[in-house]
């Protein structure tokens, strides 16, 4: 089996474009292969992804606001996968192509209007929304990839487990990512 651990930033337009490559990909495949998707917030990141939009990086406001929706965009994503990562997966590229290719501002209701159209429990997604427990698995992922150096949005992290030898090899930024397969 291999694993892929794909860490990127909610608002990212390159991780859009891998996110779907990849599970185009992944579903074409005769091999198992398992795809975590883990949503990467930090400033440098925000950062990245503020640029591509023309936010003013250097507006201490817009910047906080900028950082807010990118991490409530991440605990929507959490939230969502607490209802199965296939909710997860639809409910993500969904926000993506709302807020990346449609350029609709991040809302709650923007949210979980999208998270409704997955067929989900949207009442259990308000509620899970709200817990520690999804904030806690969204600084477990910021944990994870810290452990495994992640710098970039568009990073992934790969594992075959086919090989006698476990190992992983670690891919950064978008034109490291299209070398899989």
Same mark, same amino acid.
């Given at each position: 089996m291999i694993e892929i651990y794909l860490f990127i930033h909610p608002f990212g337009s390159l991780c859009l474009e891998e996110e779907t490559r990849l599970i185009d990909f992944i579903n074409e495949s005769s091999e198992k292969i398992n795809l975590q998707i883990l949503p990467f917030v930090n400033m440098t990141t925000t950062t990245s992804a503020m640029c591509k939009y023309g936010w003013d990086k250097k507006d201490l406001d817009s910047r906080n606001t900028f950082l807010n929706h990118s991490y409530s965009a991440a605990l929507d994503y959490k939230a969502a996968q607490q209802q199965g990562k296939k909710y997860a997966r639809i409910f993500l590229l969904k926000l993506q192509t709302a807020i990346i290719c449609q350029k609709t501002p991040y809302s709650q209701q923007l949210a979980e209007t999208l998270f409704s159209e997955t067929g989900g429990d949207i009442d259990m997604f308000r509620e899970d929304r709200q817990s520690a427990l999804v904030k806690e698995k969204f600084w477990q992922d910021q944990q994870t990839a810290? $452990?495994?150096?992640? %710098?970039? %949005?568009?990073? &992934?992290?790969? #594992?075959?487990? #086919?090989?006698?030898?476990? #190992?992983?090899?670690?891919? %950064?930024?978008? $034109? &490291?990512?299209?070398?899989?397969?």
């Amino acid at each position: 089996m291999i694993e892929i651990y794909l860490f990127i930033h909610p608002f990212g337009s390159l991780c859009l474009e891998e996110e779907t490559r990849l599970i185009d990909f992944i579903n074409e495949s005769s091999e198992k292969i398992n795809l975590q998707i883990l949503p990467f917030v930090n400033m440098t990141t925000t950062t990245s992804a503020m640029c591509k939009y023309g936010w003013d990086k250097k507006d201490l406001d817009s910047r906080n606001t900028f950082l807010n929706h990118s991490y409530s965009a991440a605990l929507d994503y959490k939230a969502a996968q607490q209802q199965g990562k296939k909710y997860a997966r639809i409910f993500l590229l969904k926000l993506q192509t709302a807020i990346i290719c449609q350029k609709t501002p991040y809302s709650q209701q923007l949210a979980e209007t999208l998270f409704s159209e997955t067929g989900g429990d949207i009442d259990m997604f308000r509620e899970d929304r709200q817990s520690a427990l999804v904030k806690e698995k969204f600084w477990q992922d910021q944990q994870t990839a810290r $452990d495994l150096h992640i %710098q970039h %949005q568009t990073s &992934a992290v790969i #594992y075959n487990f #086919y090989r006698e030898e476990e #190992y992983g090899i670690l891919l %950064q930024g978008g $034109d &490291a990512l299209r070398t899989i397969p």
